[in-house]
């Protein structure tokens, strides 16, 4: 099945600075998606991206589609302590009448006042 | 508009018990996904509803889990017998079906379920 590897597992940066993520594939998406989950909540949908190369702006978040269409990042700017939370990557592939969401693993923020 | 509402929050039960989890979805969405959630992990997709439809189910353990959604609204998820690998929360999501690929998952809080 597909698989996604998503880089870092954890972060632990100062307030202001900026964050960088990633995530590969081992397989083509149609969509890919980045999420933040805060304790005790579900993942809340920050970005979504449909097109091989476009990049999409979020306030403070910036990603990208990779040309391939099997990696993604997703970047953070001027990082701020409400940004501490699990980001997740997800990867959409269309198939029939599935179009199920295959995510990473997570990468863990936290940020430093 | 409300979201997805699901219930209870947390559960703790014994292994080899049984135990209920409950989803209602955003008003109108069509499609519902219940998800399995290990810490330290990312959702793994149990089962895609449409409507009252099942779409895909191949990663539900069917041995020991069954889901349904009989009006295509309200879904609820079962576990008989729980295993202590069961530990972990439970998300239910839904959204609109009309246009997937291009559409939002929104998720509702989850249920956090110990298996003792």
């Known amino acids: 099945g597909q698989q996604l590897n998503q880089s870092p597992q954890s972060m632990f940066i100062q307030e202001g600075e900026d964050v960088s993520m990633n995530c590969t594939s081992s397989?083509?998406?149609?969509?890919w998606l980045w999420y933040k989950q805060d304790p005790g909540e579900g993942p809340v949908l920050l970005i979504a991206?449909?097109?091989?190369?476009e990049l999409t702006s979020n306030g403070r978040l910036t990603a990208q589609f990779g040309i391939t269409r099997k990696d993604s990042f997703l970047n953070i700017s001027a990082s701020i302590p409400s940004d501490v939370g699990i980001y997740f990557c997800?990867?959409?592939?269309?198939?029939?009448?599935?179009?199920?969401?295959?995510f990473g693993k997570g990468t863990l923020l936290t940020v430093n006042p | 508009e409300a979201g997805v509402a699901q219930s209870p929050r947390y559960k703790i039960i014994e292994k080899r018990q049984s135990v209920a989890f409950w989803c209602n979805p955003i008003?109108?969405?069509?499609?519902l996904y219940w998800y399995q959630q290990i810490l330290g992990q990312g959702p793994k997709l149990l089962i895609q509803?449409?409507?009252?439809?099942?779409?895909?189910d191949s990663q539900l353990p069917k041995d020991r889990f069954s889901a349904e959604r009989l009006k295509g609204v309200d879904s609820t998820l079962k576990i008989q017998p729980a295993k202590l690998e069961d530990s972990a929360v439970y998300l239910c999501a839904s959204e609109r079906g009309a246009q997937p690929i291009q559409e939002t998952q929104y998720f509702g809080p989850g249920t956090r379920l110990l298996v003792l």
């Open positions: 509803f449409q409507n009252n439809g099942v779409v895909d």
């Open positions: 008003s109108g969405h069509a499609t």
């Open positions: 997800a990867g959409r592939y269309s198939g029939g009448s599935n179009y199920k969401l295959t």
């Open positions: 397989s083509i998406f149609n969509t």
């Open positions: 991206l449909y097109k091989a190369g």
